[in-house]
């Protein structure tokens, strides 16, 4: 079986003009003004575990401010660190691409690591222009009472081959595995209708979420 690790994208954006970064500049205090109580993200730590092993069912993630990298490629201008989110939906973040986050509310959880305690699977979308959308996918663990993220996904493994880029359709948990259902677009598919899907299995080992083989289907 071939394995791959998932990293993190690098992105690269143009110099905004002035007058868009002064929208950046009151937009980002507009939401940084504006949160609602959230819980700090950050990576995971090594605080006691909780005593409860569901505990982390307890946390409301759509209203759980999120990374502003989340929505890198649908902002002009450098992305605030965290994006306050109310009833799973940020405000639009950026007027000129009507870009916003959305938290998907199938939350999925699991015990991935083994340790008896349940992390949480939960997909974040930040769409943005005419067609964009950037999918991610973090594993939240709890710090205390604290959610913090231990692992991500934001780009399918290089092993699955799409004619053009998949977006996740799904993502849940199998035993102690993160599976993901990515769109698969075989030659000729219009953008609007892939003809396939992948799941992809992912495993969580030293906090990175390793890709396993994908299996391709006609899609559902």
Known sequence: ??????RPRKRSHNTPLALAGLGALAIAASISGGATTASPVGAAGRAAPP????????????SLAQPG??????LRFTPPGRIPVSEGRSQILDLAQLTQLVVDDDVA???LDGDGIEEAVVHVTCTYGANGAEDTIDVYALE???????????????????????A?????????????????????????????????????????????????????
Do not use: N
Request: glycine share 8%; aromatic share 4%.
């Open 1 to 6: 079986m071939i394995h791959s690790v998932v």
């Open 109 to 111: 959880y699991g015990d």
């Open 51 to 62: 005593s409860d092993p569901q505990a982390i069912r307890s946390v409301d993630f759509g």
């Open 168 to 220: 996740v359709q799904a993502a849940e948990v199998v035993g102690d595995q993160v599976v993901v259902t990515w769109s698969h677009y075989q030659e000729g598919d219009p953008r609007c209708c892939p003809s396939g899907q992948a799941q992809v299995p992912y495993a969580l080992e030293d906090g990175e979420l390793v890709a396993g083989e994908p299996e391709v289907t006609p899609a559902s």
């Open 144 to 166: 205390g009472d604290t959610p913090v993220i231990a692992a991500t996904i934001d780009e399918p493994p290089d092993s699955l081959d799409s004619e053009l880029p998949p």
């Open 69 to 74: 990298s989340t929505c890198e490629s649908g």
